[in-house]
């Protein structure tokens, strides 16, 4: 497991620049009405209106306090946050103290259905399977009439208390609705509580608006590298599939480990680009039909540096970059580029080492038939502690050919299906650059 810090992904820069406009706006607002109503209360020859109690400036004044202060700690305790799913929590927990109800939901709405992913005090449900049916209601109601400048709807529940939703937008963009349940007896005045959540419901949308963008980064980062893959295999048809199964087999030792999802993603990006170093290496030497000559190989072990620099540009790639940098290294320090010994070696291009030897012994080339299965085990149980990290290799050895065949499968499904982001989230993309992304 890494021990390398995080580093949290940045907000969106125009929602965020919205929501601190606003609040400022907010607070300079309150501010001066706080200064008015304390100033009307210290003038002794102000008119009054005739029915109007002498204490009601006063308590305005109390009010627009109240409001003020319930603001600016709201603020503080959203503005900082910049990763995603905290920002989310704690501005539902800051909506749970308003209304006096741990009762709270946020619905994100998809493009064409109200909802989405249901997030909920504490946890997260995907789909709407859990949601109580009045709220499923009203988040249908407001979804329908979105394009209207709606503000809230309230439903009444069996026992006297109101249920209430609120749309999530910012500008014309609607994300979902916050929807929770008043208290009997509601800590704040529903005035100040709504003109308080509507700020609370811009951090929501930034939250919000943030995730998809990531998601969407997400999948344009994973489906370059596969773009890369499928270059790397058009150069070098000997080896054709090699990159996807060398990258099979990893996961499928990476799990037998019992890697993080983190680990697990660095390996799947960084097993797709392990070989994109041989763009660069002449086709002649490349596609060569007989061994190569001891030039020729120096030629060929130039690819894991190039392939580093091709990459190294790109931030989400880091930790990826260095399985492409360190994959022909080897544990008595023979290996190239760096010549790297032991555990000095990254961890994960350790563990990759192994599956590209595997593969590369039991795949065919123009020079030599491939072995089987039990023979290529052989040459690895041989190469432990030489060649191998004896550690890693003991535990590849102990996955059987169905497992590794299985393996594949999995990785050829995920290759050709239309959502690469399925097993990447922004949790584990960020952490293939640390300090993180």
């Not at 041989?382 to 497992?403: C, I, M, N």
Request: glycine share 4%; aromatic share 4%.
């Amino acid at each position: 497991m890494s021990s390398d810090p995080d580093l949290h992904p940045e907000l969106h820069p125009s929602i965020a620049m919205d929501v601190k406009n606003h609040a400022i706006a907010q607070l300079d607002e309150l501010d001066e009405l706080a200064s008015a109503l304390h100033r009307l209360t210290e003038e002794p020859n102000v008119a009054e209106a005739p029915d109007e109690p002498t204490a009601a400036p006063a308590h305005r004044t109390a009010s627009a306090i109240q409001e003020l202060r319930l603001l600016e700690q709201a603020i503080d305790n959203l503005s900082v946050h910049t990763e995603n799913d905290e920002l989310l929590a704690d501005a539902m927990n800051e909506v749970a103290n308003l209304v006096g109800s741990q009762a709270v939901w946020v619905v994100e709405a998809n493009e064409d259905a109200a909802l989405g992913v249901v997030h909920v005090m504490g946890e997260l449900i995907v789909g709407e399977s859990e949601l109580p049916r009045d709220v499923e209601r009203l988040c249908e109601s407001l979804f329908d009439s979105r394009t209207q400048r709606n503000e809230k709807r309230t439903h009444t529940l069996p026992d006297g208390r109101n249920r209430v939703a609120m749309p999530i937008r910012v500008g014309q963009t609607y994300f979902g609705v916050l929807v929770f349940t008043v208290a009997s007896c509601p800590p704040v005045e529903e005035a100040i509580r709504d003109r308080l959540l509507v700020s609370v419901i811009r951090f929501l949308a930034i939250s919000i608006e943030n995730s998809h963008f990531i998601d969407s980064l997400t999948e344009m980062i994973v489906e370059v590298v596969c773009g890369f893959s499928l270059a790397i295999e058009s150069r070098d048809p000997y080896t054709g599939g090699h990159v996807m199964r060398v990258t099979a087999f990893a996961l499928a030792l990476a799990q037998k480990l019992g890697l993080s999802d983190e680990e697990l993603s660095v390996i799947r990006l960084g097993g797709l680009l392990h070989d994109i170093g041989k763009v660069a290496i002449p086709d002649d030497i490349l596609n060569k039909t007989s061994r190569l000559t001891d030039i020729e190989m120096d030629i060929m072990r130039v690819h894991p540096s190039v392939g580093y620099e091709i990459l190294h540009r790109i931030p989400h790639l880091t930790r990826s970059n260095q399985i492409v940098r360190h994959h022909h290294e080897r544990w008595d320090g023979t290996g190239y580029p760096d010549r790297l010994a032991g555990t000095d070696i990254p961890f994960l291009a350790r563990l990759l080492a192994v599956t590209d030897a595997y593969d590369a012994m039991t795949s065919n080339r123009p020079y030599r038939q491939e072995m089987s299965h039990e023979a290529a085990t052989e040459q690895i149980r041989e190469g432990a502690g030489s060649q191998f990290d004896p550690d890693l290799a003991a535990v590849f050895l102990t996955l059987t050919e169905q497992d590794l065949a299985q393996a594949e499968a999995r990785m050829h499904r995920w290759m050709h299906s239309e959502d690469h982001g399925t097993e990447m989230n922004l949790a584990n993309l960020v952490a293939m650059n640390k300090p993180r992304v």
